[in-house]
């Protein structure tokens, strides 16, 4: 019995490595410290391409080295879906469990930042109170759905290059797994 390639698992196992890769930058950074806005944020952006890339590419070549553009983008948005998921957790659980303080010194930029803006005292307090209410909620959810979206256009790029679909000329080999006489 033949089986089908799943790229639910592949999918899922790219994400799973994209995040552990983004707990060591993430604590890479700290252990520097590096400050979190400075263009150093983007490395994290070059192994999320990759990974989505990877993950199509490995779909391909469990089928056999021809994908669809629908099948690839399908494995990649997948990708980001876990990927976005997976990124959603870690933030959740590094800003408000294991590193809290990271939450008081954005909510100190913040203050800066709304000061420069001219805004009231009291505005300033009460967005600083909400930043360190629900910062963690917040960090979360952007990255779910920043993970998401930017997936998707890597998704749609990637698949565009990795299409290649079976003429119908191209004869399936259904011979590969029988033994030769």
Do not use: H
Request: hydrophobic share 45%; charged share 15%.
């Amino acid at each position: 019995m033949e089986t089908k390639p799943n790229n639910v698992k592949i999918a899922t196992k790219w994400a799973v490595i994209y995040t552990i890769t983004t707990i060591v930058i993430t604590y890479g950074t700290e252990m520097l410290n590096l400050d979190p806005n400075s263009p150093v944020k983007y490395v994290s952006y070059l192994p999320f391409i990759a990974f989505c890339f990877l993950a199509q590419k490995e779909f391909k070549d469990s089928l056999g080295g021809y994908i669809s553009f629908g099948q690839g983008f399908n494995t990649g948005f997948k990708y980001s879906l876990f990927s976005g998921f997976l990124l959603a957790i870690f933030f959740y659980v590094y800003l408000a469990f294991l590193n809290p303080g990271a939450l008081d010194k954005a909510a100190e930029q913040q203050q800066t930042v709304l000061a420069e803006k001219n805004m009231s005292q009291e505005q300033i307090d009460q967005a600083i109170e909400m930043t360190k209410k629900y910062g963690a909620m917040f960090g979360a959810v952007a990255a779910a759905i920043g993970s998401l979206i930017s997936g998707c256009i890597i998704a749609l790029i990637t698949a565009a290059i990795l299409k290649k679909e079976r003429s119908p000329f191209d004869a399936v080999d259904t011979t590969a797994d029988e033994p030769a006489v």
